[in-house]
């Protein structure tokens, strides 16, 4: 994150004007999304826009990169990096304008960076949620599956196992074991999935599991103690 250090919020008087990098160049989007499942709401959350802000001043004009997160105050300009400035070569209009656009485009880039590392650390921290869920379900499984087994034990220590479970009850025998059966396939369904989560491998949440930051959300969004491994 060294290359965002720089970059701070707009102050009154420090820029002549900001525009979105959209309306500088065409671009075939209307901002990138800042979610692994691709939403955007009517606020403008969910999506992160590059920015243009052309600097206050006199000399050659110098242009500004910068992004914007959607869902802000209107009177939230963005944030830019104050290194790096696109230079106009000259004071003609055709060199402003290319300058512009050449930071109008570097600003989409960044955006889409930030973007995707914004809806990988939310594709972790929905992971994390997840994979907490999972461990209910397999928590709440293996307790049905032990409450039917100690009952099975007290029934055929009441009756004797040839009483309750002998070649006369046939039908019972298979309902014990056809319940029991479908929670242990619950258990490893969801141990399995646990394991793609933990991972960073499950199809709709993929985020790189050996990155600190993105084990961070994993462990805020299940609410755990520690990164788990597999």
Request: proline share 2%; net charge negative; with cysteine.
């Given at each position: ?12 008087g420090a ?168 929670h242990c ?46």
């Open positions: 994150m060294e290359n965002f250090t720089s970059m701070h919020h707009t102050a009154d820029f002549r004007y900001t525009q979105d990098a959209a309306y500088v160049v065409s671009i075939d989007h209307t901002g990138w999304y800042t979610n692994p499942f691709g939403e955007a709401f009517k606020d403008g959350s969910g999506l992160c826009h590059g920015v243009v802000a052309r600097l206050a001043g006199g000399g050659p004009a110098r242009f500004a990169v910068g992004y914007r997160m959607g869902g802000h105050d209107d009177d939230d300009a963005g944030t830019f990096a104050m290194r790096g400035l696109f230079v106009a070569r000259s004071s003609d209009e055709s060199d402003i304008e290319q300058a512009g656009q050449d930071a109008a485009r570097a600003a989409n880039e960044l955006a889409c960076m930030l973007a995707q590392l914004e809806s990988e650390y939310q594709a972790a921290w929905q992971a994390g949620q997840e994979y907490s869920q999972e461990g209910e379900t397999i928590a709440t499984a293996r307790a049905a599956a032990r409450a039917i087994l100690a009952e099975r034990r007290e029934l055929i220590r009441a009756n004797g196992s040839g009483g309750v479970f002998g070649s006369g009850w046939p039908a019972m025998c298979d309902a014990i074991r056809a319940q029991v059966t479908a396939d619950t258990i490893r369904t969801a141990r399995e999935r646990r394991a793609k989560l933990a991972a960073g491998d499950d199809p709709t949440l993929c985020f790189w599991a050996g990155s600190e930051r993105m084990q961070a959300a994993f462990i805020d969004g299940g609410d755990l103690d520690w990164f788990p491994t597999f």
